[in-house]
């Protein structure tokens, strides 16, 4: 009786993941109108009480050092918003740049370091905005742009373990000083952002050479110089925690509540730009993905799997490389990482396949429209503005994903 019980039981799990990865990777349904937060909610509730799980094994999933390292970063980053850093920022990359192609050049640079230290989602949230109305304002055509802010915020954020969510899980699950991650991540990270400018670049050379940028009287930023200082000094010494090696997580909120106390601004401003809703969703997931892998049928796909990887170091790293990719692309890149974060210890070189999910899983997002939320919340916010269609996208992400994966595998294995 205990059997047919435990079998009962994993077999509820397993609908309960398929049916909460259906309403996170679809649109809403018309019968069941959740956006993700709400249908990763619905899934955690669901695997507490259909008896997967006790809530005390649930509460026990939530990788709570993940969604304080979110916390302290957006903490930072919506300072960083107050003091109109990101609005100066673009005004400052229209006026410098030049010319169309240098201004996609600017571009590129901008939201590609600035996700590699403050969260792309969090960057492409700032950006989206500004950007249209840069290019609104410079009469250029938007679609060039809106993929170069969308990629590039995908690529840059593979540099650092808090450039993106799945790599602050990767971060936690290995245990991978920051330091020796970025040493080997930083220059993937910058020929990927070479061959993205190469790709969009040539593919609209047309419209590029066609394009004039319109000069116009930008209107005067309030620039608040006081808080975008302390922002700055709290950012770099965030970083020196980060690199001194200290917990990742409790340093990042240090850092946000550092800000809080030092720039005397109503601290409900400050919470309101925080994206609870992302830390509400990842919370929830770690629910649904511990209640799926406690069936062991992740295990058992490994098992089945492992053979195809081969037994090198050089074979594993390719082979898991694209595994992970396509992985990342049907079930999203922070469940595959969930799951699949369980198998690398069984690898031969388990470091080298730490980074390797790292950069897959994070340039795989840059397949499709759908392949990560930073692409969702750009086209989104863009809507009325540029209507950008899934092959409007696929078309350019499709090449940058399939050359910066093999540049950035070969980086890998020579250094």
Request: a positive charge; charged letters at 10%; aromatic letters at 10%.
């Amino acid at each position: 009786m205990g059997r047919v019980d435990a079998f009962r039981k994993e077999l509820v799990a397993i609908a309960i993941f398929a049916f909460t990865y259906v309403l996170i990777s679809g649109r809403r349904l018309k019968v069941l109108p959740l956006n993700r937060p709400a249908s990763a909610l619905l899934g955690a509730v669901l695997m507490v009480a259909c008896g997967v799980m006790t809530p005390r094994q649930a509460y026990q999933a939530v990788d709570y050092d993940t969604l304080v390292l979110l916390l302290g970063m957006m903490l930072i980053s919506a300072y960083l918003c107050l003091a109109g850093f990101f609005e100066w920022a673009a005004d400052w990359i229209l006026s410098h740049a030049g010319t169309p192609r240098r201004l996609l050049l600017h571009l590129i640079l901008c939201s590609g370091v600035l996700s590699a230290l403050l969260v792309n989602d969090t960057i492409c949230l700032m950006l989206t905005p500004l950007v249209v109305a840069v290019m609104v304002r410079g009469g250029l055509p938007l679609p060039p742009y809106l993929l170069a802010l969308a990629m590039s915020a995908n690529l840059g954020s593979v540099a650092t373990l808090v450039g993106n969510p799945q790599n602050m899980i990767i971060g936690h699950l290995s245990g991978m000083p920051f330091l020796r991650f970025s040493a080997a991540l930083v220059p993937v990270a910058v020929v990927g952002l070479g061959i993205q400018y190469m790709v969009l670049s040539f593919g609209f050379r047309k419209v590029l050479d066609g394009a004039v940028i319109r000069k116009q009287e930008l209107r005067p930023r309030v620039l608040d110089r006081r808080l975008l200082a302390l922002a700055l000094g709290v950012l770099c010494l965030v970083f020196l925690g980060f690199i001194s090696g200290l917990n990742l997580a409790w340093t990042a909120l240090a850092g946000g509540a550092l800000i809080m106390v030092l720039a005397r601004r109503d601290t409900h401003e400050v919470l309101k730009l925080v994206d609870w809703h992302l830390l509400l969703f990842f919370a929830a997931l770690f629910i649904v993905v511990e209640g799926f892998s406690g069936t062991g049928l992740p295990d058992q796909a490994y098992g089945s799997l492992r053979g195809l990887f081969g037994k090198s170091p050089t074979a594993q790293a390719w082979n898991f490389a694209w595994f992970s990719a396509l992985g990342s692309n049907i079930f999203s890149n922070v469940p595959f990482v969930l799951v699949a974060g369980k198998w690398v210890a069984n690898f031969a070189d388990p470091g080298l396949m730490w980074k390797v999910m790292a950069m897959a899983t994070t340039f795989a997002g840059n397949l499709t429209i759908l392949g990560s939320v930073a692409n969702i919340i750009v086209v989104e916010s863009a809507r009325g503005h540029c209507e950008l269609g899934f092959w409007d996208y696929a078309k350019f992400g499709i090449p940058v994903t399939l050359l910066t994966l093999i540049a950035g595998m070969m980086l890998l294995l020579i250094f």
